[in-house]
């Protein structure tokens, strides 16, 4: 299995603070000899991690833009998330050029895979084949929480490819037929987070990604910026092909607004869809669709984008409006029947907090667990390098810690090794007592 | 093994937080996610009824290879009429509760629906008992 995620340390960058292990959603982080490291079967993807460390220790592997020219056709499939990155620009065509000016010979929007997703989703609910409340799978943060902390929830997944997935099938089919030879297009995907970047190179759900490569937007931003400053009107290719709904996918809220699913619910920030999924769990949430993004404002606060999340929803706003009044897009024929777009694969229950596969063992363990964090201060000082007391507990007794990892626990042991140091100097051999008065 | 929570009355927003506790523990024990769900939805509901009804209360949950057992314990008002309150539709609480959410007379029905057993126990004045029962093989 190896590694199953892109966040990647920088060793020399980590000082060893408990910034991140604290802040982790699955506790997947652990501090050991100074430098934090990842339990890989424990990590979503999410990215809070990287957004929170103050070293920039903490990184998303994604790849180099130079790896765009091991291909003869070179092939970007932006998130629509990064047209709302630049200050003044409402046009995603400007972003489409720039783009293409940067050395991709064809440009496929992302948003454009959304709207067809809108649409292919939407049968799926209205067919009633699936159990209620159906929650989206766009966001792989969000699809790989509930597959390690909410089994119960995993029928509830729409088992649906993403946009980003769709967008490049039907591009390689497209290009195809157009009769580019199948081995000369690489198709890059430019992502605002980790967790696509893993979606991408290790797919669970589909047995290979159609995506070549992918590229930070952070990376794509900053080549950008001159080139579409230096962009004449006369350069602006129409290359847009999706509408105002696709593009507003980026933000929370727009997979529902898009499927105009009355009855559905929008959550982001990992805190609040971990107590959204709670809820369903318990049977409480009467909705028909449930979309959660990891993300505080959904793909548009990516821990790989470059402008705040706030400041990129009110450009979406604008984006959109302009695509509603002026945007002017191209037609193409993308559409291809023979391009499925269901999962080959279901989620599987990993159990990777289980502590042992005979329950009366587990239930020892657990007990153990019990019995050690009793004893420890309660404090989630962060120390031992575990995120909370429980933490350790737990790792003491799955062996990777030690109680003296606790420096409370290890001052109580020194102060009373002191006590019997001092008791057992006082002590005098029977032969010199008497010298003592 | 006994995992013992106090849950607090009133607290409408934040209840839930010991059948989430409970939760946990049952996924690190690696119970199956079809009794999982039928805990959560039994425990959460009951649960509920004690900060709805009884200003809180004390819970035990029990886990055995075989069986998991929660009892539930509160000093309320108790029910009236033990059955009346299994009928479905069937509620007591009050404007604020109902106007939070709660309250529509589904709990009882859906724990039994949800459990191996239910039994519930209740003196007026003095308290109340509910016993739930899962079995796992």
Same mark, same amino acid.
């Given at each position: 299995?190896?590694?199953?995620?892109?966040?990647?340390?920088?060793?020399?960058?980590?000082?060893g603070?408990?910034?991140?292990i604290?802040?982790?959603?699955?506790e997947?982080?652990?501090?050991?000899n100074?430098?934090?490291?990842?339990?890989?079967?424990?990590?979503?993807?999410?990215?809070?991690?990287?957004?929170v460390?103050?070293?920039?220790?903490?990184?998303?592997?994604?790849?180099p833009?130079d790896?765009?020219?091991k291909?003869?056709?070179?092939?970007?499939?932006?998130?629509?998330?990064?047209?709302?990155?630049?200050?003044?620009?409402?046009?995603?065509?400007?972003?489409?050029?720039?783009?293409?000016?940067?050395?991709?010979?064809?440009?496929?929007?992302?948003?454009?895979?959304?709207?067809?997703i809108?649409?292919?989703?939407?049968?799926?609910?209205?067919?009633?084949?699936?159990?209620?409340?159906?929650?989206?799978?766009?966001?792989p943060?969000?699809?790989?929480?509930?597959?390690?902390?909410?089994?119960?929830?995993?029928?509830?997944?729409?088992?649906v490819?993403?946009?980003?997935?769709?967008?490049a099938?039907?591009a390689r089919?497209?290009?195809?037929?157009?009769g580019?030879?199948?081995?000369?297009?690489?198709?890059?995907?430019?992502s605002?987070?980790?967790?696509?970047?893993?979606?991408?190179?290790y797919?669970?759900?589909?047995?290979s990604?159609?995506?070549?490569?992918?590229?930070?937007?952070?990376?794509?931003?900053?080549?950008l910026?001159p080139?579409?400053?230096?962009?004449?009107e006369?350069?602006?290719?129409?290359?847009?092909?999706?509408?105002? *709904?696709?593009?507003?996918?980026? /933000?929370t809220?727009?997979?529902? %607004? $898009?499927?105009? =699913?009355?009855?559905?619910? +929008?959550?982001?920030?990992?805190?609040n869809?971990?107590?959204?999924l709670?809820?369903v769990?318990?049977?409480?949430?009467?909705?028909?669709?449930?979309?959660?993004?990891?993300?505080?404002?959904?793909?548009?606060?990516?821990?790989?984008?470059?402008?705040?999340?706030f400041v990129?929803t009110?450009?979406?706003?604008?984006?959109?409006?302009?695509?509603?009044?002026?945007?002017?897009?191209?037609?193409?024929?993308?559409?291809d029947?023979?391009v499925?777009?269901?999962?080959?694969?279901?989620?599987?229950?990993?159990?990777?907090l289980?502590?042992?596969?005979?329950?009366?063992?587990?239930?020892?363990?657990?007990?153990?667990?019990?019995?050690?964090f009793?004893?420890?201060?309660k404090? *989630?000082?962060?120390?031992?390098? /575990?995120?909370?007391?429980?933490? %350790? $507990?737990?790792? =003491?007794?799955?062996?990777? +810690?030690?109680?003296?990892?606790?420096?409370?626990?290890?001052?109580?042991?020194?102060?009373?090794?002191?006590k019997?140091?001092?008791?057992?100097?006082?002590?005098?051999p029977?032969s010199?007592?008497?010298?003592e008065? | 093994?006994?995992?013992?929570?106090?849950?607090?009355?009133?607290?409408?927003?934040?209840?839930?937080?010991?059948?989430s506790?409970?939760?946990?523990?049952?996924?690190?024990?690696?119970?199956?996610?079809?009794?999982?769900?039928?805990v959560?939805i039994?425990?959460y509901?009951?649960?509920?009824n004690?900060?709805?009804?009884?200003?809180?209360g004390?819970?035990?949950?029990?886990?055995?290879p075989?069986?998991?057992?929660?009892?539930?314990k509160?000093?309320?008002?108790?029910?009236?009429?033990?059955?009346?309150?299994?009928?479905?539709?069937?509620?007591?609480a009050?404007?604020?509760?109902?106007?939070?959410?709660?309250?529509?007379?589904?709990?009882?029905?859906?724990?039994?629906?949800?459990?191996?057993?239910?039994?519930?126990?209740?003196?007026?004045?003095?308290?109340?008992?509910?016993?739930?029962?899962?079995?796992?093989?």
């Amino acid at each position: 299995m190896g590694v199953l995620h892109s966040v990647t340390l920088d060793r020399e960058r980590c000082i060893g603070c408990t910034d991140c292990i604290k802040r982790c959603p699955t506790e997947a982080i652990r501090v050991r000899n100074s430098k934090a490291e990842i339990m890989d079967e424990r990590c979503i993807d999410c990215g809070m991690c990287i957004r929170v460390c103050k070293s920039h220790a903490k990184k998303a592997s994604t790849d180099p833009l130079d790896k765009i020219n091991k291909y003869r056709y070179k092939v970007a499939i932006p998130a629509p998330t990064l047209y709302t990155q630049f200050k003044k620009i409402r046009d995603p065509n400007i972003v489409l050029t720039g783009l293409k000016k940067l050395g991709f010979d064809e440009v496929f929007e992302v948003a454009r895979a959304a709207e067809i997703i809108t649409e292919y989703s939407k049968e799926f609910l209205e067919s009633g084949k699936m159990i209620k409340p159906v929650i989206s799978s766009a966001c792989p943060a969000i699809v790989k929480l509930i597959e390690m902390r909410f089994p119960t929830l995993i029928p509830n997944v729409l088992p649906v490819i993403s946009p980003k997935e769709a967008i490049a099938r039907y591009a390689r089919k497209y290009l195809i037929k157009q009769g580019i030879p199948p081995e000369d297009i690489g198709i890059f995907f430019i992502s605002p987070c980790a967790a696509k970047v893993t979606n991408s190179r290790y797919p669970q759900t589909i047995k290979s990604s159609d995506v070549d490569g992918i590229i930070s937007m952070k990376e794509i931003y900053l080549k950008l910026v001159p080139i579409i400053k230096n962009l004449k009107e006369e350069d602006i290719e129409i290359l847009q092909t999706a509408s105002s *709904d696709g593009v507003g996918w980026a /933000a929370t809220g727009g997979e529902g %607004l $898009a499927s105009k =699913i009355y009855n559905h619910i +929008a959550v982001d920030g990992i805190e609040n869809v971990i107590n959204i999924l709670e809820r369903v769990e318990n049977g409480k949430l009467d909705v028909d669709f449930v979309e959660c993004l990891a993300c505080t404002n959904g793909c548009l606060g990516g821990p790989l984008t470059v402008e705040n999340s706030f400041v990129a929803t009110n450009r979406m706003f604008k984006v959109k409006k302009y695509i509603n009044l002026k945007g002017k897009t191209r037609t193409i024929d993308l559409f291809d029947d023979s391009v499925k777009l269901d999962w080959e694969y279901n989620l599987q229950n990993k159990q990777v907090l289980k502590l042992d596969n005979d329950m009366t063992v587990a239930l020892q363990k657990m007990g153990e667990i019990e019995k050690i964090f009793d004893t420890l201060p309660k404090i *989630d000082c962060g120390s031992c390098g /575990a995120p909370t007391c429980r933490a %350790l $507990a737990e790792d =003491i007794v799955r062996g990777n +810690a030690n109680i003296e990892d606790c420096i409370f626990m290890l001052r109580e042991k020194v102060r009373n090794m002191a006590k019997d140091m001092v008791s057992l100097s006082e002590k005098m051999p029977p032969s010199i007592r008497h010298l003592e008065k | 093994m006994i995992f013992k929570y106090d849950v607090e009355g009133g607290e409408f927003i934040n209840a839930g937080v010991a059948s989430s506790e409970f939760k946990k523990v049952l996924k690190q024990l690696g119970i199956s996610p079809e009794i999982i769900r039928k805990v959560s939805i039994s425990m959460y509901e009951a649960e509920i009824n004690m900060v709805i009804h009884a200003n809180g209360g004390h819970i035990e949950g029990e886990i055995t290879p075989e069986s998991i057992h929660v009892l539930l314990k509160d000093e309320g008002p108790g029910i009236k009429d033990v059955d009346l309150a299994m009928t479905i539709g069937y509620s007591t609480a009050s404007k604020t509760a109902r106007e939070m959410g709660f309250g529509a007379g589904m709990g009882l029905p859906n724990i039994k629906r949800n459990s191996d057993n239910l039994k519930v126990s209740s003196i007026l004045g003095e308290g109340t008992e509910v016993e739930i029962t899962f079995q796992l093989n």
